[in-house]
């Protein structure tokens, strides 16, 4: 296995099954253990032009938590991105002052920009509607943890699969298991046509439909994406289906004894907040392992494979 | 004494007098020492929806001086709030990352609804119009140190008794204390009812009046607040009182030897600047002690209330 | 050489040579060594009124490398400003919850009054078109390192030299050292006069001219500022005269060996990305001494001249 150490972290599509099982492995350990300071006098920048609440406080807690320490801004307007400094200028600036870069944009293609001028590893934090490979990594920790198990379950990505970065990156990770996936949306938002093209190259099974309850007694993880109004065409349509998209406390009468639900947050109205007593809903415990995986992501890159070993 | 540990801090009514005599004695103390670092492992998540200096910062520095570390965000718009995520949802994903939470929002009860939410401790750093409570502490503690006592005085509260926060944690603490208060307000801003409702169940004496020069010889303490003109339903009523409302220099020579000038700041022109340098103004040391306030509250509820025992 | 503990940084006039020698020389090692962690205890608050990339980030990063620790807000709409609090009043809070501020202002004078309001040592980080004392400091450690020598070099300054704060800061400093300078800018952007003045007083060499390509071949070094096109009062001149302040790759050709071309940053097109792979391109360097130099102030300001004895 390659070595994590100052690697970028940019694509879902970046990894072999190998390193993602040891990253989920070294996740686990971090839920698991005392914190140790192995990451004292490292200091992480945090680059958010979008906002955020738990991916920029997730990453910033588990870098404190490692002992290292935090730079960085949390909107486009306090940085001089406002003044009219291109983001390449913005991150060899920021290399100086930082070990590491984790960075959130609006627009695909800016993580893979910062990373080639970056002297320093950069972490894509979110890539406008493109990816999200660091919630991509957290889900498929959730998933083992939870469900005991990635390999043989059945998947179901419902929403927005179309702009939702999150399900992109998941659906990249996921071609290293041997999973049948579920794609759910209205014609409009189906998974994007790239996303598509690899995983048929890498021989992914998956089927495509449009009401995630005429599968739901099949699946053992159904991951709700929000749909927002604003990217439907028509409005009417998105009137339409609207409630074809929102779980309700009565649709889990329907599902498996070992059925999970899970969500990247922030929810809008996909899930009623009546299911979140259930013991079938785990997506507040996906936030919690978030920050046991940056924990992982921020050890690896910064320290390299080993440092675990010594503690 | 209940203990202190992970108790949530949301109202100056949720405190006996024994309580309030002991957060005071250790905040004494923490003025008094060298910071030790018993907050070494711990995290601050500093949720503010509304701009603030003085009580983010000194919660901020009070847990940076106390050894733990801090995230958080200081707007609204940073937030995942903006992408319309509710508190609670907010709440539930945010406890993940850290020990304990200060949130301020311009919303009455939302601090009691993040606490219901919430498995870590909450601190109301400001509930709207409705309280601060650990401004009324602050206020209390710097009483206690300049004045030497809190029995037995005369205390003015001035400004808008309606809508300022400020005033009312304050005079739930008072209840504890054998005081004499002065509501000093335009009968269009006169202190809520639902505190006037409490402070007769306590049995508190208080006096209601228009004028604070009227009873200024009397006082041991005024206590000065902001009057913001858009409270006014009539603005020529506001033009005709706002100089009633406004504290200058030659103010001081009707006030006893012993008066004290307070106000929460900010400060917009209700004290004149001519007053600053009075030894009977004690505004910015109020400031001062806020610190010392939030690092006995920090103290207290992450640690207990034996924590500086071992110190 | 006066003590720099304690001492406010606030304009390039308040250095003698010995003092700035000195600074640099902190500075220089600084890049050299493991980072001792001699502010550990210390708190900084960074109040800036204005974005800012460089000069945030790296005082922050300065910080943290030391060991201290970091407060602040990074806009005036999360402070009480927002609320009507004079700057005068947000000092005096302040300074009870940090032992050192770093203030940007869009007002120039703004830094002197925090500084005579405060009893912890004030750092100017940009006050209005005035000053940015800290920035020309960096640009002299630049120049030492890079060029070997200050003293015997020409430096052109180019672009905004009216509004543009980093070249007066310079201009100021470098009265210290034995250069001639060249001043280059549009007729409506010359050199402002009181920065004219304390030159010719402090009797150092300078000539003004319109265009750098005239002197280019005469230069060891020339610092590029940004020229903004909402400062010409006449928008057809600066459409005439926009490309003589644009230096591009084949400019290169007409330059000394020894030449070293700056930039404080954010660049809009002052100078041409096909630049910025020459040696002789120094600008992102210019951003990695800017923290030494910081780390090197800090440590002078907060801990004085002797500091690094013990190191």
Known sequence: MKDFKNRDILSGKDFERDEIDYILEIGKKMGNNEYPKILDGKILATLFFEPSTRTRLSFESAMLRLGGKVVGFQSRDVSSIKKGETIADTIRTVQNYSDIIVMRHSLEGVDRMA???STV?????G???SEHPTQGLLDLLTIKEECGTIDGLNIGLCGDLKYGRTVHSLSYLLCNYEVNLYFISPDSLKMRARVVDWLRKKQLKFKETEKFRDILPLLDVLYMTRIQAERFVDKEEYEKVKGVYIFRKKDLTETRDNFRL?????????ISTSVDDS???IYFKQAKYGMYLRMALLGLVLKGND???NL
């Open 115 to 117: 990373a080639k001028f």
């Open 121 to 125: 590893p950069v972490i894509n934090a």
């Open 127 to 129: 890539s406008g509607p």
């Open 262 to 270: 899970m969500h990247p947050l922030p929810r809008i109205d996909e």
């Open 279 to 281: 013991k079938k809903a």
């Open 307 to 309: 440092f675990m070993r």
